[in-house]
């Protein structure tokens, strides 16, 4: 089984609607990221956790929330869906600092209509 | 303000033969950097990870290179396969606790037969 998972791996929505991307992971790793990637711009954080208690805020976070439900969980809302968040959506973890390399989850592919 | 810049932005090469991506970067102060090796519609897999003090970092047949005077970093391919075919990521970690890490654009490689 894959360390690090995400749900669902392909939505459609449309405009105004609620979104909620899952992310769960069994490698036991306190520290949870979530980004999205549009062509051309590479990977940009979006929110991050470093425990179960700790929520912060990445690059681009407005329209977005957050939930880190347990250490193993960390899911990522859209609110009020807008085309513009049509993107690619990855989850990672890492554990110990900035050294440790982060892994990812396969991917979302979000689109809004 | 911290960067960082990958060329090319793309590359074709043919099967077996090597090729160099380079990586320069404007982060300071520095902790470590990445390089990232992601397939199409994949999540990004780590290639190999460098700190300040380490000018040269082996995988298998990736060979990654720093030069923290100059920050620069390379990665070198050597006899490519079919599936060295992706996107090569550079990502830079600040040296500062808590700081988000700082991802390129990428390269993607497309290696034909």
């Known amino acids: 089984d894959a360390d690090v998972t995400q749900t669902p791996r392909n939505r459609i929505t449309k405009t105004g609607k609620r979104i909620m991307l899952e992310c769960s992971q069994t490698?036991?790793?306190?520290?949870m990221y979530w980004y999205r990637q549009d062509p051309g711009l590479g990977l940009r954080l979006i929110y991050y956790?470093?425990?179960?208690?700790?929520?912060n805020k990445g690059e681009i976070s407005d329209g977005y929330s957050v939930s880190r439900q347990a250490q193993a969980k960390f899911s990522l809302s859209l609110e009020s869906a807008i085309p513009n968040q049509t993107a690619l959506y990855f989850c990672?973890?890492?554990?110990?600092?900035?050294?440790?390399?982060?892994?990812f989850g396969p991917g979302t592919r979000l689109t809004v209509l | 303000k911290n960067q960082v810049e990958q060329s090319p932005q793309s590359l074709i090469i043919l099967e077996g033969k090597n090729c160099t991506l380079q990586c320069n970067y404007t982060v300071s102060p520095f902790s470590n950097l990445r390089w990232y090796k992601q397939d199409t519609g994949r999540g990004p897999v780590s290639l190999t990870i460098?700190?300040?003090?380490?000018n040269t970092k082996s995988n298998g047949r990736y060979t990654a290179t720093l030069d923290a005077d100059t920050k620069q970093s390379s990665l070198h391919i050597t006899a490519s396969q079919l599936s060295d075919s992706a996107s090569y990521i550079c990502?830079?970690?600040?040296?500062?606790?808590?700081?988000?890490?700082?991802f390129g654009k990428g390269t993607t490689l497309s290696v034909s037969s």
């Open positions: 956790s470093f425990d179960v208690k700790d929520i």
């Open positions: 460098m700190t300040f003090s380490e």
């Open positions: 990502v830079v970690s600040p040296n500062q606790a808590g700081t988000a890490l700082i």
């Open positions: 490698k036991g790793h306190d520290r």
């Open positions: 990672a973890t890492s554990d110990l600092g900035n050294r440790e390399a982060q892994y």
